[in-house]
């Protein structure tokens, strides 16, 4: 794990450090406990995508990382989020599939890992296949978290997990639409939380295989 969380730290992205440890060992526990893949939803530059595709690597599966590369509203020129380093000269549109390459050569885990480039809702629609574990860290507006909770919840097999980034209780703390997933997630039925580490929440599948 020495190489690999060396590889986590150096990499650019969102994911903290403790949070991203809590994240590994659910990843761990419900991928060695099915064998079964693991979905990302928000690439990025493949920060959190290296500790998911360890995870997978050790129950000798993959991790499916779905990002369209595009950057989210937050991520965008003049917003809170914006890094210049990110923008494709060319183009003028933020592409951090180079950076997310790079992140997972350095990390030496290029083969555990399937990266689709595209929009979440339209691979979640082409998608049957059950996932050990669902990680949904995509946009923040309530448009795109209720897309890829109804796309990717489904897809959590029974006994697995669904893990969800920046979940703020607090509206001073962040935005809201991760909250409203997770609290619809817990509403369902379908799910139950097992462990909470600031702003991670991990929730067990206790049903699975029906739309929430
Ligand atoms: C918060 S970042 C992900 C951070 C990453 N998990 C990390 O650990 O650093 C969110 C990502 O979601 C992507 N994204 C936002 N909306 C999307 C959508 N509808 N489909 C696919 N990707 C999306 C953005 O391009 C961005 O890279």
């Given at each position: ?36 893949p693991v979905l990302e939803v928000g ?170």
């Amino acid at each position: 794990m020495t190489d690999v969380f060396a590889a986590f730290e150096a990499a650019k992205g969102f994911m903290p450090v403790d949070e991203g440890m809590a994240l590994h060992r659910a990843a761990v526990d419900a991928a060695g406990g099915s064998g079964l893949p693991v979905l990302e939803v928000g690439t990025y530059c493949g920060r959190s995508t290296i500790l998911l595709a360890d995870a997978a690597r050790r129950a000798g599966t993959v991790v499916v990382t779905v990002d369209h590369h595009r950057g989210s509203e937050e991520q965008q020129p003049g917003w809170e989020y914006h890094d210049p380093a990110l923008v494709d000269p060319e183009t003028g549109l933020i592409d951090t599939v180079p950076h997310f390459r790079r992140t997972l050569h350095a990390a030496g885990l290029e083969e555990h890992v399937v990266a689709v480039v595209g929009r979440s809702p339209q691979v979640a629609a082409l998608w049957t296949q059950p996932f050990s574990l669902v990680f949904i860290d995509g946009g923040h507006t309530d448009e795109h978290a209720v897309a890829d909770y109804e796309g990717w919840a489904p897809r959590v097999a029974p006994g697995g997990v669904l893990a969800i980034h920046d979940v703020f209780p607090d509206p001073a703390d962040g935005g809201q639409a991760p909250y409203r997933i997770y609290r619809r997630a817990l509403k369902s039925g379908g799910f139950v939380e097992e462990s909470v580490t600031r702003s991670l929440r991990v929730l067990r599948c206790v049903t699975g295989g029906t739309v929430r």
